[in-house]
């Protein structure tokens, strides 16, 4: 009796355990060492020729070299101002780096990560943006503006005035629209990338401190993150119509839309990743997978189908990118 008892307790657990499991929607599947590095790390870039991730490591003053495939680091360059954004140029196959500290943009090459080129804008460069289609690189910096680069000759070729420093920002890939978040002027910006000027903003209304922004093209949504109040709100892709929202995970940085399963992923400094079903008119909530307090950038990788978030170091765990695996 007692044997049947304990095999009916134990398949009861296992049950119990294989529900918990298909609802956790992100399982960590392991841990990369980021070595000696301290404070804030900002944001990631992804080189699909190499199959390698490049860390912006602000506060360190280094990016970080990660391989993808092995998940290793292969090496931490040092001496740079603050890095903030960072992204992969694939016709010339070289990284631009954007660095808050002297407000420059360095430029790297693709094989060896030898500095090609330093790229002076003037102050706080931020987010990099790369358009593969009309090759082009945008990056946002100062009071208000975005920087046009031409990466065949490394030239700032024209700025986009804003009224105020640009946060994240994404490129319509079906269009001629970029989408940027203005926090200061209480809007998201849309600018004309042929005529390189702002052409409409979408007032946010009493949602303050957008920072994040992704691209649901086939949802035919914007989609913003808020920090006051901590909130997602998406956006009708062309009027700027405002549709469906939720509250979320506070203090965030990065957001991922996961086309694939209709998934977005929010990356916060509370120190989780909330993950909201987007698969109907309204968000709903899979699950908030808890990470580290302060870590809050990442970046979701669509050809690996893995999120990688950038956990920064305390006095309990040394600086690491975990690989998050969606849980299907």
Not at 245 to 257: H, K, Q
Request: net charge neutral; with cysteine; glycine share 10%.
């Amino acid at each position: 009796m007692l044997r049947v008892l304990a095999a009916l307790l134990a398949a009861a657990l296992a049950a119990d355990s294989t529900r918990a499991a298909e609802a956790t929607p992100l399982i960590l599947e392991t841990r990369i060492p980021l070595g000696a590095v301290s404070g804030r790390i900002d944001h990631l870039a992804f080189d699909p020729k190499r199959n390698r991730l490049y860390v912006a490591e602000l506060a360190n003053n280094s990016v970080g070299i990660v391989d993808a495939k092995t998940r290793r680091l292969i090496r931490t360059v040092p001496g740079l101002e603050e890095p903030q954004g960072i992204g992969y140029e694939p016709t010339t196959d070289t990284i631009y780096v954007a660095n808050g500290g002297d407000g420059s943009v360095r430029v790297f090459s693709g094989s060896d990560f030898a500095l090609l080129d330093t790229i002076a804008l003037g102050k706080d460069a931020d987010n990099v943006r790369i358009d593969a289609a009309t090759h082009r690189v945008y990056v946002g910096y100062g009071d208000g503006a975005l920087a046009v680069i031409d990466p065949m000759t490394r030239k700032r070729i024209a700025d986009i005035s804003l009224y105020g420093h640009p946060e994240g920002f994404q490129l319509d890939p079906g269009g001629d629209v970029i989408f940027v978040n203005v926090p200061d002027a209480t809007h998201i910006a849309v600018i004309s990338r042929k005529s390189t000027r702002q052409v409409a903003a979408w007032t946010t209304g009493s949602f303050r401190s957008n920072y994040p922004l992704a691209l649901d093209p086939a949802g035919g949504r914007i989609i913003a993150v808020f920090r006051r109040p901590a909130h997602l709100q998406s956006f009708e892709i062309r009027t700027g119509r405002q549709l469906s929202g939720i509250g979320i995970c506070a203090d965030s940085d990065d957001l991922f839309a996961d086309a694939k399963r209709k998934r977005v992923y929010i990356i916060c400094g509370q120190g989780y990743v909330d993950v909201l079903d987007s698969s109907g008119d309204r968000y709903a909530v899979a699950g908030r997978f808890a990470s580290s307090e302060g870590s809050r950038t990442g970046l979701f990788v669509a050809e690996l189908d893995r999120l990688f978030v950038a956990i920064r170091a305390t006095q309990a765990e040394a600086a690491a990118l975990w690989v998050l695996r969606p849980n299907e």
